[in-house]
C-alpha cells in the first residue's frame, strides 16, 4: 500500500491502491451482468471500475443491492458499446444498461466544480443546491466530489485492486461515516445527503464523524427545496430497507423528520396524544420484520400509518364533524393528500389504496350479516386488518374489535357464518314463503 496522510488532516489524503491480495473483494460475489460491463468497457480501452456501495458492501461482508460502474468513457461511448444502454438524466447523465430486470447503472468521471469559475457549466439554485452537473473528468477528480469516504472506493477490473482516495478504508475500519469536503457546502450542493446520512448509520450502524454531524441540526430545512418525486425515492429506501425504527428515531433526532412530514410531526408533538408515536413504531417494526422474512410490503400501507394520525386530527375539526362521515372522510383525505405532496410526493398508485386501507376501518364495526361476510373477500381486507391489529397494539381503543374479526377469521364457514348471525336456512324458507 501507498502512505495517506493522517484521517484528520484538513488537506486532501493521498490515495492508496489496495492489491487484490490485502483486500476481501471477489469477483465470485459480483453479478456477471456488472462483470459484463466491466469487462467489455476495459477491453474497449477504457478505464472500469466498480464504485459506491456496491465496493462498500463486498469489504464489509454484505450483499449489494445494485452494482455502479463509474469510468472514463463518455456517455455516448457507453452507448455504442451496448445496444441495451439508454442514457438518462438531466443533473447527472448516465448510461442504464438493461439486462432484463437488472439495471447496471454506469457513470462517466466527474470532475469538481467551482461555481465562480465562469468556464465551467455548473448549476446551482439560490440555496447552493447542484441543478445540473455534467462536467467530466479524471478518476481523481470523480473520488473527491462523492459524498461519503466509505463511498469513494474503486475496485478496478484491470488488476482487482482497491483504489482510495479519501481514507475511506481506515473510516470504513472504524466505523464512521465522514463526507468529503466541507461538510456545510456538501449538504447546500445536495440536501439529500442529510437522508443518505441517516440511512447509512441505521443499515451500517456507523456513526457519523462530529463534522459531518454538526450541520444537520441545523440545514434541515433544505429539504423543503428538494423535489418531492425524490424525496419520495429516497424515503422508500429509508422505510423499506429493514432498518425503519432506527431511521425514524434518527431523522426526529436530527430535526429531518418535521420537513418531510410536518403533520404527523405536529401529531408527534402533542404530549396528550401519543398512539400516532406507538402506531409508527409497531408499522414500522412490523416492516422490518415483513422484509426480514421476504414477505411484501407496499409504500401504500407504510404511508397509511404515517398520517393516520393527521386525517384522525382533520377529522375532529369542527368543518368535519359537521359532515357526513364519508363525505368528512374523502374531504380530509383530499386535503391530506394535497398537503403532503408539497414535501414528498404521494403517487396516486399508492394514495388510492391508502385510502381505500382507512376507509374500510369503518367497515369493522360492522360484525353481522352478509354484508360482513362480503367484506371478508375485499381485495384490501387484509391491508385493512393489518392495519387494525397496528391500531389496537398503539393502544387505540379497537382491541376488541381486532380481537374479533381475527377469531371469524379461524372458524370454517359454517361457524363464520353463526358468529355473524347468518341463517344459514334463509335462501329455503325465502323460496317457501314466495310460493305461498
Known amino acids: ?27 465470485r460475489l459480483i453479478s456477471p451482468r456488472a462483470l459484463k460491463v466491466l469487462y467489455r ?11 459506491g456501495g456496491g465496493v462498500r458492501d463486498l469489504l464489509l461482508g454484505l450483499e449489494p443491492k445494485d452494482f455502479d460502474v463509474a469510468t472514463d468513457a463518455r456517455p455516448e461511448e457507453v452507448r455504442r458499446l451496448f445496444r441495451n444502454c439508454r442514457l438518462i438524466g438531466r443533473r447527472f447523465r448516465l448510461a442504464h444498461i438493461h439486462f432484463g430486470s437488472e439495471i447496471i447503472e454506469v457513470a462517466t468521471f466527474r470532475a469538481q466544480q467551482d461555481p465562480d469559475d465562469a468556464e465551467v457549466s455548473v448549476e446551482l439554485d439560490d440555496y447552493g443546491r447542484i441543478l445540473s452537473d455534467n462536467i467530466f473528468g479524471s478518476i481523481e477528480d470523480d473520488a473527491l466530489r462523492r459524498d461519503f469516504t466509505i463511498n469513494a472506493l474503486y475496485y478496478d477490473i484491470a488488476d482487482f485492486s482497491v483504489w482510495d482516495y479519501a481514507s475511506g478504508m481506515a473510516d470504513l475500519q472504524a466505523g464512521v461515516l465522514r463526507l468529503i469536503g466541507d461538510p456545510e457546502q456538501r449538504y447546500r450542493e445536495d440536501p439529500v445527503r442529510m437522508l443518505r446520512a441517516v440511512r447509512f448509520m441505521a443499515k451500517l450502524g456507523f456513526r457519523l464523524a462530529p463534522e459531518t454531524e454538526a450541520p444537520l441540526h441545523q440545514l434541515g430545512h433544505l429539504l423543503l427545496q428538494a423535489p418531492p418525486a425524490r424525496l419520495f425515492d429516497e424515503l422508500l429506501k429509508l422505510f423499506m430497507g429493514g432498518q425503519a425504527v432506527q431511521c425514524f428515531e434518527l431523522l426526529r433526532l436530527f430535526g429531518l423528520f418535521r420537513y418531510l412530514f410536518p403533520a404527523t410531526d405536529r401529531c408527534l408533538r402533542n404530549e396528550y396524544y401519543s398512539a400516532p408515536r406507538h402506531l409508527l413504531i409497531h408499522a414500522f417494526a412490523n416492516t422490518d420484520q415483513r422484509i426480514a422474512e421476504g414477505r411484501p410490503i407496499t409504500p401504500a400501507f407504510l404511508y397509511a400509518t404515517l398520517l393516520w394520525g393527521p386525517l384522525q386530527s382533520l377529522l375532529q375539526q369542527s368543518a368535519f364533524q359537521a359532515m357526513p362521515r364519508g363525505e368528512a372522510l374523502q374531504k380530509a383525505c383530499d386535503e391530506l393528500i ?39 373477500q375485499h ?11 397496528l391500531r389496537a397494539a398503539a393502544g387505540e381503543p379497537v382491541a376488541e374489535l381486532a380481537e374479533w374479526w381475527t377469531m371469524v377469521q379461524q372458524l370454517d364457514d ?15 324458507q325465502a323460496k317457501v314463503a314466495a310460493n305461498r
Open 414 to 428: 359454517s361457524a363464520r357464518r353463526q358468529a355473524l348471525s347468518i341463517n344459514t336456512d334463509q335462501p329455503r
Open 379 to 389: 381485495p384490501r381486507f387484509r391491508a385493512a386488518y393489518d392495519f387494525l391489529l
Open 41 to 51: 468497457l476495459h477491453e474497449s480501452g477504457f478505464r472500469a471500475c466498480l464504485v
Open 338 to 376: 394535497r398537503h403532503q405532496n408539497r414535501h414528498t410526493a404521494l403517487p396516486r398508485r399508492y394514495a388510492l389504496p391508502m385510502r381505500e386501507i382507512w376507509a374500510l376501518q369503518n367497515r369493522f364495526e360492522r360484525r353481522s350479516g352478509k354484508r360482513a361476510l362480503a367484506f371478508m
Open 1 to 27: 500500500m501507498s502512505d495517506r496522510l493522517d484521517i484528520d488532516s484538513p488537506q486532501i489524503p493521498l490515495f492508496q491502491v489496495i492489491p487484490r491480495s490485502e483486500h476481501t473483494i471477489s469477483r
